[in-house]
């Protein structure tokens, strides 16, 4: 299993940023993936989750209408569009797979949004 996330960077609070993850090593159309952060000094939090065939998605409550979770199963690659960034964002993001009961992780981008 190989995820490389790619598309952190600087942005100002209210800017966008579109974060991509390509996933290799397994059979991507048939997992459900997820994007996690984590802020220094806290927790790994789960942000969104896409089903399978994306015909589902779920949002933690602070991201909620900010941001967005698609796939694309014929590319092997999960998107994250965040728009309406907060300071509060800044963090490593992380592509998730949850396979055999193990999570799979890539080596996360950074975010950070400040003026």
């Known amino acids: 299993v190989q995820l490389v996330e790619s598309g952190g960077g600087l942005v100002q609070p209210g800017g966008s940023l579109r974060l991509s993850c390509a996933a290799s090593?397994?059979?991507?159309?048939?997992?459900?993936m997820s994007w996690y952060r984590q802020a220094p000094g806290k927790e790994r939090e789960l942000v969104a989750r896409?089903?399978?065939?994306?015909?589902?998605?779920n949002y933690a409550d602070s991201v909620q209408g900010r941001f967005t979770i698609s796939r694309d199963n014929a590319k092997n690659t999960v998107a994250l569009q965040m728009n309406s960034l907060k300071p509060e964002d800044t963090a490593v993001y992380y592509c998730?797979?949850?396979?055999?009961?193990?999570?799979?992780w890539g080596q996360g981008t950074q975010v950070t949004v400040s003026s």
């Open positions: 090593g397994f059979p991507f159309s048939s997992y459900a």
């Open positions: 998730n797979l949850r396979r055999f009961g193990r999570d799979n």
């Open positions: 896409i089903t399978s065939d994306g015909g589902s998605t």
